[in-house]
């Protein structure tokens, strides 16, 4: 997984959570496994949990490419992936200690739906993390 593409190429990414949300506002991209925060993300966009891949409650829908990380989000218009629960979404987030990066809001914009799932170890790797 390239995660390149949504990390800046100069500049800190914020590891964050409910308590620490509104601090580190000046950092663009920001990353958390606060379930609540990926949940009202998801619920602003409309978006649903989601797999591609063969899980507890189904078989695989799609031929994914994602590095193993397995969960993402279907968009409205955009559901090409077979719809999950979130308890089964954050059980496979939590068991693969995957973390969520995505762009904050800016305000008077369009909300962004650009994000990844990113293992940890991974994040620890690429990422200048506050």
Do not use: C
Request: net charge negative; aromatic share 10%.
């Amino acid at each position: 997984m390239d995660v390149r593409n949504l990390l800046p190429d100069a500049g800190p990414v914020a590891l964050i959570d409910a308590a620490t949300e509104h601090q580190f506002t000046d950092i663009p991209v920001v990353a958390t496994q606060d379930h609540e925060l990926i949940r009202q993300w998801a619920v602003r966009r409309h978006a649903e949990p989601a797999t591609g891949e063969a899980t507890e409650s189904g078989p695989s829908s799609t031929i994914v490419n994602d590095d193993g990380t397995g969960i993402r989000f279907n968009f409205p218009g955009v559901g090409r992936f077979r719809p999950i629960e979130w308890d089964e979404w954050f059980r496979h987030f939590d068991a693969y200690a995957l973390v969520f990066v995505y762009e904050r809001d800016v305000p008077n914009h369009s909300l962004s739906a650009r994000y990844r799932m990113v293992p940890m170890d991974t994040l620890k790797r690429v990422a200048d993390l506050r």
